[in-house]
T-cell receptor, first 114, second 115 residues
Framework: QKEVEQDPGPLSVPEGAIVSLNCTYS??????FMWYRQYSRKGPELLMYTYSSGNKEDGRFTAQVDKSSKYISLFIRDSQPSDSATYLCAMSGTINNAGNMLTFGGGTRLMVKP | KAGVTQTPRYLIKTRGQQVTLSCSPISGHRSVSWYQQTPGQGLQFLFE???????NKGNFPGRFSGRQFSNSRSEMNVSTLELGDSALYLC??????????????FGPGTRLLVL
């Protein structure tokens, strides 16, 4: 079983819909949680960054972390066709300067249809 | 400010050969991490370099190695290439002043095809 599980999709939604993307993880040492967006043939782009549990909002994006359930979510409001991409969750801990050693989920492919 | 740059962008090699990939981090960034991305395994951490020293290492065989220069530029080398090494190799840089997690910025990647 992988340390970070993510439904690969594809997830197809109409323009304007609210999108919910999720990851579960097994390593309780993870304290930093990130969401990246990756367009085809491009490198991942950081969308959201959260430390420990709680919510964080940035424009149309909201990230939630529930450490007790080992579950993180990304919500996209008023989704746009330009949001069509693969969304990757990533996590890291802080032991032994391992903060930059990210463990990624497999990615969820999102398609927003006009 | 210029982003992370990786060269070359595309590479075709044959089994048994070796390859060297290059990464130039964002100016001022001292940490460089390397990742391998494949359809089957997703994004996997290879190693991280900070101040010319390998700080963390993922679970890859010794054929995968890297180094970092005094200007923070980094190279990774794969020797005795195998078909399974075909992948997108991504480099990410961060300021990394404390060793704790800091925002990492990814380059566009080098797509390696091994024939």
């Amino acid at each position: 079983q992988k340390e970070v599980e993510q439904d690969p999709g594809p997830l197809s939604v109409p323009e304007g819909a609210i999108v919910s993307l999720n990851c579960t993880y097994s390593n309780s040492a993870f304290q930093y949680f990130m969401w990246y967006r990756q367009y085809s043939r491009k490198g991942p782009e950081l969308l959201m960054y959260t430390y420990s549990s709680g919510n964080k909002e940035d424009g149309r994006f909201t990230a939630q972390v529930d450490k007790s359930s080992k579950y993180i979510s990304l919500f996209i409001r008023d989704s746009q066709p330009s949001d069509s991409a693969t969304y990757l969750c990533a996590m890291s801990g802080t032991i032994n300067n391992a903060g930059n050693m990210l463990t990624f989920g497999g990615g969820t492919r999102l398609m927003v249809k006009p | 400010k210029a982003g992370v740059t990786q060269t070359p962008r595309y590479l075709i090699k044959t089994r048994g050969q070796q390859v060297t990939l290059s990464c130039s981090p964002i100016s001022g960034h001292r940490s460089v991490s390397w990742y391998q991305q494949t359809p089957g395994q997703g994004l996997q951490f290879l190693f991280e370099y900070f101040s010319e020293t390998q700080r963390n290492k993922g679970n890859f065989p010794g054929r995968f190695s890297g180094r970092q220069f005094s200007n923070s530029r980094s190279e990774m080398n794969v020797s005795t290439l195998e078909l399974g090494d075909s992948a997108l190799y991504l480099c990410a840089s961060s300021l990394s002043t404390s060793g704790a997690q800091e925002t990492q910025y990814f380059g566009p990647g080098t797509r390696l095809l091994v024939l």
